[in-house]
């Protein structure tokens, strides 16, 4: 009897199990069902869902379904103790488990392929990145809608102002003026002379509240402090460079951008949570060297303790060391400029002759020039760009070289007063200018420049030059990478520093 009701309580074990994974398989088909019914009405509306949801609809879909499939068949054929027993069960066990394995395998390579992002930017706008496998990056808006869904959206002003509130805790206003290439400034009421731009980075949204900010103590304290060493403020971050004579005259640099950082941080708490630069700057021949000393919250990269500016020593020991290290640099490009310069040189005769005898061509389309049976490799790097990027956007191109020998490409000129300039008289000029190779050598970078410029009776006279992007050029592959950036102190985009080295 006892043997008849432990057999007894087991088979009903076994049943129950059945009966729960039978369950839970139907549960997982009705989610399915609910999920394609509710897909299709919400498209009819113009919804679509949410990449979360789309993410836990191909795991229910490809993992969780065939899984509890195969555990249902499992059970269901092993409610008998000699099967269970038998040699083919085992093998069979083995191989439900091996295949699942590799259709597990199959799906998460087809998931990471194809997993998309999805960010929230601001309040219900999220950012989705819709590229296809082994495309660039597809950025699109979108709007929140309930918890499932989203709709086609915008980055509009309100989601700038919104963001800049969020971050900072203060009330935000939209100014009446423009930046130099037509974007939004935003001010706020206790520093009004500070205009804020919001531009997108990949998937998040960046400001220059902080260098702005940066900028007016530290020019407050330039004044107020009575200094008399050149300085300048670069409109591009912005930025303020204090300048620095030569090596002798770091110990009197360090005590007065000691001096001024403590004023900085010493007339506002905002430098308690928030990372300020003061720049230096000095000319080495015909390089800049350029170096930056933070102060404030100092981030987990910074080299430098907390509160290093209140000794002059450190202050004067980091910028001799960064002195050095540019020094170093500058030379090395100065080999490198003098080395394409000859290289150019020795290349024009040859390049003339070609010219003359009719060998300049176009092959596929007008896809590829061919200089001769020679072609520079910074002149191939610049077409790429122009090809992939700036030939649709209505430039023409023209192959010049400055007195140095420095590669530019003309992009023509233009009219201002077209929406979005900043000026409505005069005309535009762009060009795209050779910088130099990567600090890891595997890339050509190139910065594209708008200078604005009208005639007078004199003649032409140039007014503000913008830099527009920064380009690199992959020297084995020829991919095209914009660093997603205008200014010479700002950081590239990740793509763009994997591919440098920078």
Not at 177 to 206: C, I, M, N
Request: charged letters at 30%; glycine letters at 10%; one cysteine or more.
């Amino acid at each position: 009897m006892e043997n008849t009701g432990k057999k007894t309580e087991k088979e009903i074990g076994k049943k129950t199990g059945l009966n729960i994974l039978a369950g839970m398989l139907i549960a997982s088909a009705a989610v399915e069902v609910l999920y394609r019914t509710a897909g299709i009405a919400g498209a009819a509306r113009g919804l679509s869902y949410q990449v979360w949801v789309k993410k836990t609809e191909d795991i229910n879909l490809t993992m969780v379904l065939p899984l509890l499939l195969l555990l249902l068949v499992w059970t269901a054929l092993n409610r008998h103790k000699k099967q269970k027993k038998g040699w083919g069960m085992k093998l069979l066990a083995v191989g439900m488990a091996a295949l699942y394995l590799f259709w597990l395998f199959i799906v998460m390579l087809v998931l990471v392929l194809n997993w998309h992002e999805e960010h929230r930017l601001v309040g219900d706008l999220l950012l989705a990145n819709e590229a296809r496998p082994f495309e660039e990056n597809v950025w699109v808006y979108y709007r929140r809608k309930g918890i499932f869904f989203r709709v086609p959206g915008e980055l509009e002003i309100g989601d700038m102002q919104r963001y800049l509130e969020e971050k900072y805790g203060y009330t935000f206003t939209v100014l009446e003026d423009r930046d130099s290439s037509g974007r939004v400034l935003f001010g706020e009421e206790t520093h009004p002379d500070v205009a804020v731009k919001v531009e997108r980075s990949r998937w998040e949204l960046e400001d220059n509240y902080v260098e702005g900010l940066t900028v007016h103590y530290l020019k407050e304290g330039y004044r107020e402090l009575g200094m008399v060493r050149p300085a300048q403020i670069l409109d591009t971050g912005p930025y303020f460079y204090l300048e620095l004579e030569d090596e002798a005259d770091i110990a009197a640099f360090s005590e007065d951008a000691g001096r001024l950082i403590e004023y900085a941080v010493s007339r506002t708490p905002f430098f308690e949570e928030h990372r300020g630069i003061l720049f230096f700057m000095l000319m080495e021949g015909e390089q800049k060297i350029t170096g930056g000393l933070p102060f404030g919250r100092l981030g987990r990269y910074d080299s430098m303790e907390q509160g290093y500016w209140t000794n002059r020593e450190s202050i004067a020991e980091y910028v001799a060391e960064r002195y050095a290290q540019e020094l170093e640099w500058a030379e090395r490009m100065r080999e490198y400029e003098a080395e394409s310069s000859r290289e150019y040189e020795a290349r024009l005769p040859r390049e003339e002759e070609s010219r003359d005898s009719g060998a300049l061509t176009w092959q596929d389309g007008a896809t590829d020039r061919v200089y001769g049976e020679e072609r520079s490799r910074q002149e191939e790097a610049a077409y790429r760009i122009y090809e992939e990027v700036l030939e649709e956007q209505g430039y023409s191109y023209e192959v010049c070289y400055d007195a140095r020998g420095g590669l530019y490409i003309d992009l023509g000129q233009r009219d201002a007063g077209r929406e979005g300039d900043p000026e409505t008289e005069g005309f535009y000029r762009t060009t795209l200018v050779y910088d130099r190779l990567s600090a890891n050598g595997a890339c050509e970078l190139f910065v594209l420049y708008r200078e604005h410029n009208w005639e007078t009776e004199t003649g032409t006279v140039q007014g503000n030059t913008d830099i527009l992007e920064f380009y690199a050029v992959e020297t084995e592959s020829g991919r095209v990478i914009g660093a997603e950036k205008t200014g010479w102190a700002q950081t590239g985009c990740r793509a763009y520093r994997e591919a440098t080295g920078e």
